[in-house]
């Protein structure tokens, strides 16, 4: 593809999501076009252009092949260890806190680990977590982990948070509970959700965002805030933040900061996302959306992944168990991977249902 053929998608990318596409990866833009272009009958590059600007569903579909998910319990401790100090000397409770691009949970499930570990209840913490990803959200819903992500974990921790899962570990349903996940981009959500958090951890997001979307981040993070609010970056990010808006945390680590007193500045217009047609927004725990595991569903059908696609379609049915379009694509899939018999059942269910609902 010619460089004026992926123009109007970078910006388009840059303007709804905040990612500068060439810091995502070389070329990654380009082969996760080529991708997309091949799994929607061999559009034109002009035609495509055209579905992704008018189609929220395609949109989400390339913006999952661009995303990098990978993370890990625990990620930098140092971080995780100043967030415990700051909950020691905060008076206030609830503690609300935020993890900002979350991935597949492991970062706000590590706050609630940290946490419960040095004293607090669970009535003392509300956890939200933003990420862009619906498959990294349906992952984390689901709190399944191999060991990649559960890598240099002590086994009574792992012991005490997790149940065995097969040749994985599964987070026990009373921690995957006290997480709010939010589907979405980042500015948006940060814009929507009331804000008043002591900590905001926004972590290995800003380094795949231009000098102005960082800084617009910044602003829009340090307006919600509550006063002397604790900002938790990267290491390698701690370079970014500015000084005019945020102190550098007492005690060397350098990846911590405090939002300065005073007014905080206004949100840039910049950092508004372009109009689109409005969902509602996916909380996955507790309440949970059946419509957004159903997304998931047929993006990770799209990817080739389907026994991860019946996984999401069985959260769907779980919780809305009449729910039509899960029903049949969880029989398309079924016979795919020919499982004739529960295919068959799924084509019964729907019958049942038509027949009560005509």
């Known amino acids: 593809m010619t ?13 709804t999501t905040g990612l500068e596409a060439d810091l995502l990866g070389r070329q990654s833009l380009e082969r996760a076009v080529r991708k997309r272009l091949a799994d929607t009958d061999g559009l034109t590059s002009a035609d495509y252009q055209r579905l992704l600007m008018q189609d929220p ?10 995303v ?22 905060q008076s206030q409770r609830p503690l609300r806190l935020l993890s900002c691009g979350c991935a597949g949970g492991e970062e706000p499930y590590s706050l609630v680990m940290a946490l419960l570990e040095a004293g607090l209840s669970p009535q003392q913490l509300e956890v939200e977590a933003i990420d862009i990803s619906a498959v990294a959200l349906a992952r984390a819903a689901e709190g399944s982990y191999g060991s990649h992500a559960l890598r240099g974990m002590e086994l009574r921790r792992l012991q005490r948070f997790f149940d065995p899962d097969g040749q994985r570990w599964r987070l026990r349903p009373e921690f995957r509970g006290m997480v709010r996940f939010h589907h979405g981009s980042l500015q948006q959500r940060l814009q929507e959700l009331p804000g008043g958090w002591q900590a905001v951890l926004c972590r290995n997001v800003m380094l795949y965002m231009n000098d102005e979307a960082r800084q617009d981040l ?4 340090a307006g919600r805030l509550a006063p002397d609010g604790l900002l938790l970056v990267a290491a390698a990010e701690s370079a970014l933040v500015p000084s005019a808006i945020y102190r550098r945390l007492d005690g060397g680590h350098r990846a911590g900061f405090i939002r300065r007193n005073g007014p905080p500045e206004p949100a840039p217009a ?36 389907l026994e991860e696609a019946l996984v999401a379609l069985r959260r769907c049915l779980y919780l809305d168990p009449r729910h039509r379009e899960a029903l049949i694509l969880r029989a398309e899939l079924s016979s ?19 027949r009560q609902n005509p």
């Open 68 to 89: 990098v998910g990978e993370s890990w319990f625990l990620r930098e401790p140092r971080s995780f260890s100043q967030l415990v100090d700051m909950a020691r000397r």
């Open 218 to 221: 910044l602003r829009v993070i």
């Open 270 to 305: 910049t950092i508004s996302t372009p109009r689109q047609p409005r969902r509602s927004v996916p909380r996955l725990a507790p309440p949970l959306e059946p419509d957004t595991h159903l997304m998931a569903a047929r993006q990770l059908k799209q990817l080739g992944q």
């Open 336 to 354: 795919a991977l020919g499982r004739h018999e529960a295919a068959e059942q799924m084509r019964r269910r729907l019958e049942r249902i038509s």
């Open 3 to 15: 460089a004026a053929e992926l123009d109007p998608l970078r910006s388009w990318l840059q303007s």
């Open 57 to 66: 569903a395609e949109q989400q579909m390339l913006i999952e092949a661009l």
